[in-house]
């Protein structure tokens, strides 16, 4: 038989791009957190323990995590605040935020929102599709199951609530939890969310203007200026304040530049115990920095603020910083001299709406 000439063989297939254990494709400065390592047999049986304890807790499908959460809520907190196991994630997010129950309440109606309902934010979602997490092997095919379930996700949701519709942050939300369930399972978790099941509700991040950004910021500049007053006399003297360097961690909960395995642990928390988890970290984060922040001009600090050292980003680190910094009273109390000088945030939403209406 006549051997092909080399340039008729057939084409060598493509090697696959590698991807970390949560699916982000491999760059050789990644992280270490990122790359394959290999875990010793202690590793394995206390990841193994951890998971059967959690089985337990949560019960087949989640019948017995109410039960086991009235009996036992500081075992329940420990043990979130650990890292919940990622094989059990999806179910155990939707069981903490309340979004099993609305999705058991409301079937056929996250179809009815997909296939028959049009969306006037349709070409903004399109346009950004391919901007959230576009290292993940799950979303970077064009036009593929990942961008089609999240430009479902999306659609769904600024049909819903077509006062908040779409605004480019909630792409990296819904995205993150795509990665976790079902597109029907994370729309639910989504209006979850914004509508308030268990914690107070989030829509107002998103509305025109991001009204609710705007008081988050202001709290936690006051609260940076209490906590941390070296760091927050250097930022008067440099004119930073935190919607040039925050304003991510709240639309995004931290999933849109920072680490995954970061974000994820944040995310554990945030959905049991609400937005004060995001305050905790970004003090943690800068008061972990405090003395190279001090040192910095503006320029500097700028970039600093928006690409943070890699041991800074340490859960095991961070994370036990953040839960022993006690923000909630002295953020109720923002809110209420925020609220005194700009309204309820229930006014400042009608206005917003009556603006554009």
Same mark, same amino acid.
């Given at each position: 038989?006549?051997r092909?000439r080399?340039?008729?063989?057939e084409?060598?297939?493509?090697?696959l791009?590698?991807a970390d254990?949560?699916g982000?494709?491999k760059?050789?400065t990644?992280s270490?957190?990122?790359?394959?390592?290999?875990k010793?047999?202690?590793e394995?049986?206390?990841?193994e323990r951890?998971?059967?304890?959690?089985?337990?807790?949560?019960?087949v499908?989640?019948?017995?995590?109410k039960?086991?959460v009235r009996?036992?809520?500081?075992?329940v907190?420990r043990r979130?605040?650990?890292?919940?196991?990622?094989c059990?994630r999806?179910?155990?997010?939707?069981?903490?935020s309340g979004?099993?129950?609305?999705?058991?309440m409301?079937?056929?109606?996250?179809?009815?929102l997909v296939?028959?309902?049009?969306?006037?934010s349709?070409?903004?979602?399109?346009?950004?599709?391919?901007?959230t997490?576009?290292?993940?092997?799950?979303?970077q095919?064009?036009?593929?199951?990942?961008?089609?379930?999240?430009?479902?996700?999306l659609?769904a949701?600024s049909?819903?609530d077509?006062?908040v519709?779409?605004?480019?942050?909630m792409g990296?939300?819904a995205?993150l939890l795509?990665?976790?369930?079902?597109?029907e399972?994370?729309?639910?978790?989504?209006?979850?969310?914004?509508?308030g099941?268990?914690?107070?509700?989030?829509?107002?991040?998103?509305?025109?203007g991001?009204?609710l +950004?705007q008081?988050? @910021?202001?709290? $936690?500049?006051q609260?940076?200026?209490?906590?941390?007053p =070296? &760091?927050? !006399?250097?930022?008067?003297q440099?004119m930073?304040?935190?919607?040039?360097?925050?304003?991510?961690?709240f639309?995004?909960v931290?999933?849109?530049?920072?680490?995954?395995?970061?974000?994820?642990?944040?995310?554990?928390?945030?959905?049991?115990?609400g937005?004060?988890?995001?305050?905790?970290v970004?003090?943690?984060?800068?008061?972990?920095?405090?003395d190279?922040l001090?040192k910095?001009?503006?320029?500097?600090l700028?970039?600093?603020l928006?690409?943070?050292p890699?041991d800074?980003?340490?859960?095991?680190?961070?994370?036990?910083?953040?839960?022993?910094?006690? +923000?909630?009273?002295? @953020?109720?109390e $923002?809110?209420?001299?925020?609220?005194?000088?700009h309204g =309820? &945030?229930? !006014?400042?939403v009608k206005?917003r709406?009556?603006?554009?209406s």
């Open positions: 038989m006549e092909k080399l340039d008729e063989q084409p060598l297939p493509v090697p791009p590698k254990r949560f982000f494709v760059h050789e990644n270490p957190d990122g790359l394959a390592k290999s010793s047999a202690a394995y049986e206390r990841e951890q998971i059967r304890k959690w089985r337990k807790m949560i019960g499908g989640g019948s017995d995590w039960h086991y009996r036992k809520p500081h075992v907190k979130i605040r650990k890292g919940i196991p990622d059990l999806g179910l155990v997010w939707q069981l903490i979004s099993r129950d609305l999705l058991l409301n079937p056929g109606v996250y179809e009815q296939i028959y309902e049009t969306s006037a349709e070409l903004d979602i399109i346009r950004d599709i391919s901007r997490f576009p290292s993940h092997v799950f979303f095919q064009r036009h593929g199951p990942g961008q089609r379930s999240l430009y479902n996700v659609k949701y049909v819903y077509r006062d519709g779409y605004v480019q942050g990296f939300v995205g795509l990665l976790y369930m079902s597109e399972d994370a729309f639910w978790l989504l209006v979850a969310l914004l509508k099941a268990v914690h107070a509700p989030m829509e107002g991040m998103y509305l025109v991001l009204p +950004v008081q988050y @910021l202001f709290q $936690l500049d609260l940076v200026k209490e906590h941390l =070296k &760091l927050g !006399e250097h930022f008067a440099e930073i304040n935190p919607s040039m360097y925050a304003s991510q961690w639309i995004t931290f999933s849109y530049s920072f680490p995954f395995h970061l974000a994820l642990r944040i995310w554990d928390v945030f959905l049991s115990e937005i004060k988890i995001v305050f905790k970004g003090l943690a984060l800068l008061k972990y920095c405090l190279d001090v910095l001009p503006f320029e500097k700028i970039h600093a928006r690409n943070f890699e800074a980003m340490n859960p095991d680190i961070l994370l036990p910083m953040a839960y022993s910094i006690k +923000v909630s009273k002295r @953020l109720e $923002l809110k209420d001299e925020y609220e005194k000088q =309820k &945030l229930s !006014e400042r206005q709406l009556l603006q554009t």
